[in-house]
């Protein structure tokens, strides 16, 4: 069974700094792995998206890369700005359907 | 384009009742999901589809019941609610490139 970790569970910055969020995966056989931001009761923004074949994806100050043989992605985020503040979500892709398996996310303050 | 939608936003339940949760997209989806997200747990599937008349189960699906009637539609039913099934339940539809896209999501409270 696939399981998802992110660590860490919460993180705190001060603005403009750089961070790398974790995620870990105990199945290599994935389609993609996909990261997501949720703001509190709110639904999930789709941030990136990594196919099994890609090494890394970049979408503005996002950078989010891929080792599908160790089973780990990061996601780093360049000059941290307050609305940056969120839960980040990792996901994987298996099997026949693309069902999504998903870590408990991280979640990220960014202090003026 | 509306993207993924969900109806209601939130509801309250007394146990036993019964209510539909629906979902409906306008991307011209084949796949669509259903998932419930709980505090410490993360996102966990339900139920999923992957075309018009088709459903099966995923991780968590006991309690609950889908229907896809159409292509743009995918509905989730709770035939008897149980506080156990108090969550947040969000629906997505699966693009071409394989990417999950989410509704905003539905706070039930089953009291």
């Known amino acids: 069974k696939q399981e998802v970790t992110q660590i860490p569970a919460a993180l705190s910055v001060p603005e403009g700094e750089n961070l790398v969020l974790n995620c870990s995966f105990t199945d290599s056989a994935i389609y993609n792995l996909q990261w997501f931001r949720q703001d509190p009761g709110k639904g999930l923004t789709s941030l990136l998206l990594i196919q099994s074949s890609q090494r890394e994806q970049t979408s503005g100050r996002l950078n989010a890369s891929l080792d599908k043989s160790s089973g780990r992605s990061t996601l780093y985020i360049a000059a941290s700005q307050p609305g940056d503040s969120a839960t980040y979500l990792c996901?994987?892709?298996?099997?026949?359907?693309?069902?999504?398996?998903f870590g408990t996310g991280t979640r990220l303050q960014v202090t003026l | 384009n509306a993207g993924v939608t969900q109806t209601p936003k939130f509801r309250v339940l007394k146990t036993g009742q019964s209510m539909t949760l629906l979902c409906a997209q306008d991307m011209n989806h084949e796949y669509m999901y259903w998932y419930r997200q709980d505090p410490g747990m993360g996102l966990r599937l339900i139920h999923y589809?992957?075309?018009?008349?088709?459903?099966a189960k995923g991780e968590v699906p006991d309690g609950y019941n889908v229907s896809r009637l159409k292509k743009q539609n995918f509905l989730l039913g709770l035939e008897s609610a149980a506080p156990s099934q108090t969550s947040v339940y969000f629906c997505a539809s699966k693009g071409t490139y394989n990417e999950q896209f989410f509704g905003p999501g539905t706070r039930l409270t089953v009291l």
């Open positions: 996901a994987v892709s298996t099997g026949t359907a693309s069902k999504l398996t």
């Open positions: 589809s992957v075309g018009e008349g088709t459903t």
